[in-house]
């Protein structure tokens, strides 16, 4: 095996690949108490409207079976749940338990409950039979995982055919002016804010780290085509700050 | 639908759903008027503004700006019959009239603009989960009391009404007036230095 494939990006560091996850575990077991606040601040709210576009994208049903993966505090979930219905299936993944205890108890007190279950599970070897989901989504979290292709596959062997992948991820700003901007804003600002808020900014300078070492569009438009996608295409939000990716299994 | 476009109906979307909601939070009742609805997607076309769907939660209304199954019940209206469709007499005519085209079951339909029309808002209640039940009382009571003294004003003297709104009116400085003014006193502005200029040379 070469040395590239034993190590992986950790923001700017290179690490070896088994001490991503808990690295990664690290930095989410210390923003889980304030993850929401920090998202609502850190994007002026918008986020919300990014996962609202992803949801608008998905073609969900009532009855359908859905997988959160990443999903974190349980923001797309909540929605997912009650489109579904009571005879819907959603499950809230993440490799994270701080915050999937988060996320179950912000959902339990809003009462949603019933057709939301709760799994701990790594994205590159997800503990679900073969052709179960209709949906799968994965919000704000691809970038975190070790081996991105292993977990496309993984996700492709347990959608249905005929369901669709959509992945919800930052990405390369389309203009360059909007770049600049965007570069002064995530180094400058952002790990201050993190400080002042979560007194933590190492987790986000990390998350603006690893935001830059993230694959662009076309790059992880061609890695869902390679682990099985079809269709596959991408809609780019707030210039592109963020990208809506889609694919289907046929 | 190109992305942008996706993107502006999304946040369309997000308004009408939070104001829908919003509005149906002054209601304690409402939660049991949604539980008849459970589980209904009402699809609601403005037009010519793009079609959004109503799916309805013993929680909440969410709007999404695609749905690929069949919705329960479709409306296709213009926004200005809006009002006309708060009048309940008036849905009859505007169905024949073709003015409002319906698919689908129309009691959903029914219920679904029931959400809004039985609300009793329970404005005080919420002014006082803020700012306490004393300042609420008040402040409702107030607007109460002016809204009555408005009205009765308006009952009693209509006249006295439409003179007091002429007399705030006149008090209204036209754009044309003002500006005549602001050139008369130009005006007296350089005379006045010429006369300065004229004493200074004479008492040299």
Excluded at chain 1, 83 to 92: A, Q, R
Excluded at chain 2, 105 to 120: C, P, R
Aim: charged share 25%; aromatic share 8%; net charge negative.
């Amino acid at each position: 095996m070469s040395l590239d494939q034993e190590t992986t990006h950790f923001g700017f560091k290179t690490i070896e690949k088994q001490q991503k996850v808990a690295k990664v575990a690290e930095v989410f077991h210390s923003v889980a108490a304030k993850y929401d606040v920090m998202n609502d601040l850190m994007s002026g709210g918008v986020h919300r409207l990014w996962k609202r576009f992803a949801i608008d994208c998905s073609g969900i049903r009532p009855g359908q079976k859905v997988l959160d993966l990443a999903g974190g505090t349980g923001d797309l979930t909540a929605k997912f749940s009650r489109i579904t219905g009571e005879k819907g299936e959603v499950v809230l993944a993440d490799i994270n338990d701080s915050m999937l205890k988060v996320g179950r108890a912000k959902l339990r007190d809003r009462g949603i409950a019933g057709n939301v279950s709760y799994v701990q599970a790594n994205a590159e070897a997800l503990p679900f039979p073969d052709n179960h989901f209709d949906l799968i989504t994965i919000g704000f979290g691809l970038r975190n995982v070790t081996d991105k292709d292993q977990a496309l596959r993984s996700m492709f062997r347990v959608l249905k055919p005929g369901g669709r992948l959509l992945v919800l991820e930052f990405s390369k700003p389309s203009s360059e002016f909007l770049s600049k901007a965007y570069d002064t804003y995530s180094f400058q600002i952002l790990p201050k804010l993190g400080e002042l808020v979560a007194n933590d900014s190492e987790s986000y300078q990390y998350l603006a780290e690893s935001i830059r070492m993230h694959p662009d569009q076309d790059t992880l438009q061609q890695m869902m085509n390679d682990a099985g996608f079809e269709g596959t295409q991408y809609y780019n939000l707030t210039g592109g700050i963020v990208a809506l990716h889609r694919g289907y299994k046929f | 639908m190109t992305g942008q476009s996706k993107a502006i109906v999304n946040v369309v979307g997000a308004a009408v759903e939070t104001f829908s909601n919003q509005i149906m939070s002054l209601d304690k009742n409402s939660a049991q008027r949604r539980s008849k609805l459970e589980g209904k997607v009402i699809s609601i076309t403005p037009s010519p503004f793009p079609q959004l769907f109503f799916i309805v939660s013993k929680d909440q209304i969410d709007v999404l700006s695609q749905f690929e199954a069949q919705a329960d019940c479709e409306l296709k209206f213009s926004p200005s019959l809006l009002l006309a469709l708060a009048k309940r007499e008036s849905v009859s005519d505007l169905l024949k009239s073709e003015q409002l085209e319906v698919e689908g079951d129309i009691k959903v339909a029914q219920k679904f603009a029931d959400l809004f029309l039985e609300m009793e808002a329970d404005i005080e209640g919420r002014l006082a989960s803020y700012f306490g039940d004393v300042i609420a009382y008040q402040v409702l009571r107030n607007l109460r009391l002016l809204v009555q003294a408005i009205k009765q004003m308006a009952k009693s003297s209509p006249q006295r009404l439409s003179q007091i709104s002429a007399q705030e009116w006149q008090l209204h400085l036209p754009y044309e007036a003002f500006n005549y003014f602001k050139r008369d006193l130009e005006e007296l502005e350089s005379e006045l230095d010429a006369l300065e200029l004229r004493i200074r040379d004479l008492e040299a």
